[in-house]
């Protein structure tokens, strides 16, 4: 059997779709939504948001639901379609809406569902699918929920500002199908075997990455391994929930609102660029020592913020692209970690874990920010407690060789 084909990288492409539309589109499209649907609607921006949230608490409490009772057992191409039809039905149930009410339970339905073709299916998908290159693989696969937030923005910006918020959501429905659905009928498989393949790289084939051999009790939650890979999870996502006052951060220390938003460019540019970089350096150096890297970046790049505006908009527009090295931790680094400290039979489970209290941290951390700014009137504290955190997750990065399993550690 060959273990090195186009199939491979088909699936990288299938995955990166489902990327795409999963968190591109459903996830970091969401707050363009948000003026247009609370004035018509007569309800405030924070009962519209409330959507979001839903949908990712959801999200994070399925996760280990669908990881350990469903892969391996149901077909993934069941998991990944039904996802990826529901959650476009959730959109066009939205476009006709008239209560917020009926948003808060469409919203739970599409956070229920997403899981099937999010994260942790991505993870597992890839993890079935690739020995060596894992990284590489992951970084094209999760790059591309950043460039669907950078792509579809403006489109469905557009189609709200030509046609109404009502006609976004039906537009939005077409994306996520388009998207999914041809890489699901024709391209998704759940491992090489079925296509007469090996994992990419492999001389043999790998243990299944979920399923029922991995339910008795394999992941020990009291564990030094459990704990640290936590607690490094839920550091890396304490810092990225600052991603969402970037353009706030801007005007209130005098940049003007366009900066705030090339500010905001700026970081996704550096979610794509640093998502492809840190897969090629964990292919090389391993996940550790490219997270690492990664960390000390965005350390840069917030303790520049801590003295914004010194040195003008450029030095603004560095600093932004700097801290976008944080996406690529926490959608990258940290499912190659796992996998890392776990192997390649563990990690899909042990992420789906991992990532529920990672997901928690970042929708608690984001208000936080919002708090401190009232507190203290200023983002620099928060920012400042940011640098502190990241110090942290760089701390606990060297204790991962040491919490590692004796099977991922081959021993």
């Known amino acids: ?21 999963a968190i591109g589109i459903s996830i970091n499209c969401a707050g363009i939504f948000f003026e247009s649907v609370s004035e018509d609607l007569g309800v405030g921006r924070g009962d519209v948001s409330l959507t979001v949230t839903l949908t990712n608490v959801l999200t994070g409490l399925m996760g280990p639901l669908v990881a350990s009772r469903l892969f ?26 008239n209560h917020i009410a009926v948003f808060y339970v469409l919203s739970t339905l599409m956070g229920i569902v997403i899981t099937g073709y999010s994260n942790v299916a991505i993870t597992y998908i890839i993890g079935n699918w690739f020995q060596e290159k894992n990284g590489f693989a992951m970084g094209i696969t999760m790059s591309c929920s950043g460039l669907g937030g950078a792509l579809f923005n403006p489109i469905l910006s557009a189609v709200i500002e030509a046609f109404g918020w009502r006609s976004a959501y039906l537009a939005a429905a077409g994306f996520v199908l388009v998207l999914t659905l041809p890489g699901v009928l024709f391209i998704i498989r759940e491992r090489p075997e079925d296509k007469g393949l090996l994992p990419y790289g492999a001389t043999e084939s790998m243990p299944s990455a979920a399923g029922r051999q991995i339910q008795k009790g394999a992941i020990a939650f009291g564990s030094a391994t459990f704990l640290v890979t936590v607690a490094f999870s839920v550091l890396v996502y304490a810092v990225s929930g600052f991603n969402a006052h970037v353009s706030g951060f801007a005007t209130s220390i005098g940049l003007t609102p366009a900066v705030g938003a090339l500010m905001v460019s700026a970081s996704m540019i550096g979610n794509v660029v640093f998502k492809l970089l840190i897969g090629v350096l964990s292919d090389a150096f391993g996940a550790p020592k490219a997270c690492g890297v990664m960390m000390l970046l965005n350390i840069i790049g917030m303790t520049i913020f801590a003295f914004l505006p010194i040195g003008g908009d450029a030095v603004a527009m560095v600093s932004a692209f700097l801290y976008g090295g944080i996406y690529a931790v926490s959608a990258v680094g940290i499912p190659l970690v796992v ?29 936080g920010f919002g708090y401190s700014y009232d507190v203290f009137g200023t983002y620099r504290v928060g920012v400042l407690a940011s640098v502190a955190v990241a110090i942290c997750v760089v701390v606990l990065i060297f204790f991962l060789k040491k919490v590692r399993t004796p099977e991922a550690a081959g021993r």
């Open 1 to 21: 059997m060959k273990n090195k084909s186009v199939y491979h990288w088909l699936i990288v492409a299938a995955c990166s779709g489902l990327a795409m539309a």
């Open 72 to 97: 391996g057992r149901v077909n993934i191409k069941v998991l990944t379609g039904v996802g990826s039809v529901v959650t476009a039905l959730c959109f066009a149930g939205m476009s006709i809406a």
């Open 339 to 367: 996998r890392y400290v776990y192997g390649p039979r563990l990690h899909s489970v042990a992420y789906s874990y991992i990532s529920l209290f990672a997901c928690i941290s970042s929708s608690c951390t984001m208000a």
